[in-house]
Structure formats: C-alpha cells, structure tokens
C-alpha cells in the first residue's frame, strides 16, 4: 500500500552533457557528470533529503520541508560552480534545478504524482546556473529564504490546465545581498539611482527603495501593456550591483533603443539599461505607440 505525504520534490541535472560527451571523449565526460551526481548526492544527504534516483546525469531527492531543499539545492549550485575538476576550456560545468513542494505517494521507495511531474517541469524551465520553484513551495518557506525567491513568468505546464507561477531562487550570496536597498557604509556617500518608466499615462521610478519592477500584459504588473507579441510577465527590471537591468523573461523578445542610437535585442537574457531611450515588448518602439515605454535613467 502506499502512503500519502506531502514533501519537497527536487531534480537537478548537468546541463550540455551531450556537449561534453563531444568535446571531452566518453571517458572523462563519464567522470565529471559522476562528480556532479555525487555532490548532488552528497548535499541531499547532508540536508535531510532522501536521493529516490538517478538517471543518467539527473538526480530526484525528496526533502521534508521545503528550506532544506533549497539548502541542498543552493549546496549544490555552489560546490558544482566552484569545483576545481568540473571546467571545461575554463568555463565551469553547469547544473539546473527545479523543486516544488506538495501531496505525493510513497510506494516502494518511489514517489508518485502531479507534484513529482511539475518539479521535473520545474528543471526544464532552469536555464545553467538556476534554481526555479513554485508559488507552492515558496509559500512553505521561511522568511530568510522567501527574501530569496523572485518571481520571474506565469506558465501552463505541459499535461496541466492551470497556469503555475515560477520563481527563480537567488542562491548567489551577492544576488542575494543586491535585494537589499544600499546603506551607507563608514560615511561613504551614497550614489543616487533612478531610473523612470513611462508608457501611456502612467510613471513608475525604480530606485532603491523599488529597486524590481514588472513589465507584461497581466493585470499584477507594475507597467500593464496589452498586445499579441507580449507575454503576461514579459520582462522585469531590477537594480542590481549599481546598475539598471532588463531581464527579458517573453517568448518574443525585447528591443531597446537608446537616443544616442544604439539599438539592442534581449531573450530570456539580461541587459543593461542606461541614459534615455526607449523599450518595445515583442517589436521594435515606435515613438507615438503606446505600447512603448520611454526611459530615463538617472545614476549620479
């Protein structure tokens, strides 16, 4: 018979491990995705987590509580991206992960249902270097923790009718600390940040105290913009090491144009905003549209 619980859900897995089969021959590629399986296995281990299986250059571990899956998780990423026999042409070996926590059943030391197929979701949402959980887990969590997640889409997984809010979780302590507005340090003085958005009648201002705004075609956005090519979470901006960035997070893109002439194209990357210009959602900016947004970026 099995048993109903509910638990956090993790899979993590080596991103690009068909390209280092090609690169570095069967042998040694074998070698490096087995150390990342056993610091995948080690930090579950070492967080109270449970390893159900590996599979090829994936791990799935179960965890109790949904912090010690991020603890494991943020182990993980940490220990991969710094090991030293884990780079290749100077560039470290990657992972991506993805949790979620909710109700499975456990049978034969397996685990089973909707829970386990959207944490695995959750992975192939993860870009290199990412952890992507849910509302549902980030409900769970503690408030040191929750600090640390931030929401980036709104998706409708394969194989489910609802759409599931992701957040991307900041496991790098200087992400982490670039969240926190800037205090001023042994009377230092303070550099002043502002950046301001117009589209249509409204202004938002991002500075530090509002240093992450979003930009989409759903209502809880802080700049709404209605459109085919827009995504319902299309693009945020945040203040991050004293610089104004775009995260586009849109199946279209996005354009930015500055005044001196510079022109710029962003997908699901990052890119830094500054002096004056304008952003398109999906499309280049037109000057009298109103689905452009007018920038004026302000770091003196």
Sequence with gaps: ?????????????????????????????????????????????QRQGTVIKTMGDEVMSTF????????????????????????????AVAIRIGCHFGPVMLEARDVFGATVHTANRMTSQAKAGQIITTAATVERLSPEWRASCRQIDVATLKGQGSEVTLYEVLWQSEDVTSMV???????????????????????????????????????????VIKGNLISRIHARIEINRSKFVLIDQSTNGTFVQTDD??????????LQIKGEG???LGRLPEPDSPQTIRFECDDS
């Excluded at 998780?73 to 560039?91: C, E, F, G, P, R």
């Excluded at 002439?261 to 990052?270: K, L, N, Y």
């Design 278 to 280: 304008m952003i398109g």
């Design 1 to 45: 018979m099995g048993k109903d619980i509910e638990l956090a859900i993790l899979f993590a897995d080596v991103v690009g491990s068909t390209r280092l089969y090609e690169q570095m021959g069967d042998l040694r590629a074998r070698d490096m995705v087995a150390i990342c399986i056993d610091v995948m296995r080690s930090a579950t281990e």
């Design 181 to 223: 507005p800037a205090i001023a340090m042994n009377s230092r003085p303070v550099r002043l940040m502002r950046l301001k958005l117009r589209c249509q009648d409204k202004e938002v201002t991002l500075d530090e105290t509002h240093s992450s705004i979003t930009i989409g075609r759903a209502e809880d956005n802080d700049i």
């Design 64 to 91: 109790p509580t949904a912090d010690e899956a991020l603890n494991a998780a943020a182990q993980m990423q940490q220990q991969i991206s710094t090991h030293a026999q884990l780079k290749v042409d100077n560039q």
């Design 261 to 270: 002439g510079e022109e710029s194209f962003v997908r699901r990357d990052s």
